[in-house]
């Protein structure tokens, strides 16, 4: 069975997602990078982003979280639940990923790309931001196939996510030198679950997406390893704002 482009048609009525093919110069149609927005985003930055990447055979698949923030605050988050830090006030972000996993697993991979569309397990990624990262990984986790890759941005390994062992999908996870998600302990505990986990440290604070060439080439790079492509992935000289 060939690969064919996916359309909003074959995903459930109630997800919200933006599907952007791959750049016009692309010979076929290869892979599907999907993108995680973080806690509190929306779709649309990262639909965005996936233009921004314009990598190539590759369709990207921005996916927004399917609850919203409570208050008004606007946004919308991946967890089964909402929960605060009391000593912060800050939203915690490992609340469950019970429903996104289901969601993902059920009805973006197998039902949608794989049943009705011809991807195999791995030609799909994942691209996910703090809590967003959280989720693509617990996804990576409840599957038995290994996939193309996961590549997590401030996002650590789940709690719900800690009984798994041996996932062969390879990880990419990026984190600031400091007030980060991703310690010692967090890159641990992923290597106890991934067989293949690799870790870059950027030299700015905080877990921010990367603004610049130089933060950008370590993802280029995994993207070059683990895309398949005929053309070759661009070099990393994408910035993201």
Known sequence: MSTRLPTLSIFPTYLHLTITPPPSSS???TNVLILLHGLGGTSASFTNLGKQLSLPETTC???QAPSPLPFELGGFHWGDDI???LG???MEFDTGFTKIVKIIREHIVEGGLVRQCGYEHREIMFFGFGQGAMAAIAAGTS????LGGILSIGGSLP???TSAKGVKTPLLVLGGSSN???TKTAITTLKSVFQNVEYHRWSKAGDGMPQNRDEMLPIMRFFARQ???RKGVPKGSVEIG
């Open 83 to 85: 929960q605060f830090d």
């Open 88 to 90: 912060t006030g800050n």
């Open 227 to 229: 895309l398949k492509s």
């Open 27 to 29: 010979p076929q149609l």
């Open 159 to 161: 709690s719900s996510s």
């Open 61 to 63: 698949i921005s996916l």
């Open 143 to 146: 599957m038995t196939e290994e």
């Open 180 to 182: 980060t998600m991703i």
